[in-house]
């Protein structure tokens, strides 16, 4: 092979790769800020989230986990309303919030009312999925407890202890915010306002 055939394959990987990066490198986002005029996910105690297509994997699939970045653990439950729903199904429509709680926990009386005053808002673009952590409360307390606290709109579960595993829930209030690809974007816990829950929403939402 000639010199000159040398030089000039050299100098067109050059440039392909050239291309290749800047392409690359062109891609943005719009921050969460600008959007809502909140914070984002990402101050939010330690449970960050970050912007709209930051997250996607690099690789098709990620390994299965229950932190931020894992692909979320699959299930398949059956809501108070008799719906039997798969985590895959929920987040192959939309974005997903898991949500843990249970009927006697304050925190999650006061954290639930303000998460439903937002909801509505995102209804049509997120699911909310509240899961009992309390196998001991029956599908009809949990069935006073939403109708009671005007949660019409969210879909509530009674307690499944190979979920509450698989996700290591130890505690109420715990939020994963799970997107379209099933990838765990953020993940947290603890009584939050409704311009959290706002963040929340929007976040998954632009997932």
């Not at 997120?126 to 879909?155: C, R, T, W």
């Not at 974007?185 to 963040?199: A, K, L």
């Amino acid at each position: 092979m000639s010199r000159f055939i040398v030089i000039s394959l050299f100098f067109t990987v050059m440039v392909l790769a050239i291309a290749l990066i800047s392409g690359c490198a062109g891609t943005s986002s719009e921050s969460l800020n600008a959007l809502t005029g909140a914070a984002t996910l990402e101050d939010l105690e330690g449970r960050e989230i970050p912007a709209s297509g930051e997250h996607t994997p690099l690789v098709p699939t990620a390994p299965i986990g229950n932190t931020k970045g894992f692909t979320a653990p699959d299930f398949t439950i059956k809501t108070i309303d008799g719906k039997t729903v798969s985590l895959q199904q929920l987040t192959s429509e939309k974005p997903t919030l898991l949500y843990f709680w249970a009927t006697w926990c304050p925190f999650c009386r006061r954290d639930l009312a303000a998460a439903s005053r937002v909801y509505p808002e995102y209804k049509d673009k997120v699911n909310f999925l509240a899961i009992d952590l309390d196998p001991k409360e029956s599908v009809a307390a949990i069935a006073a407890y939403k109708k009671n606290g005007g949660h019409d709109l969210i879909d509530f579960a009674p307690a499944d202890l190979q979920v509450l595993k698989n996700y290591a829930v130890t505690s109420t209030t715990i939020k994963v915010a799970v997107d379209r690809n099933r990838i765990i974007i953020w993940r947290g816990s603890g009584e939050v306002d409704e311009r959290t829950w706002r963040t929340i929403f929007e976040g998954l939402a632009f997932s």
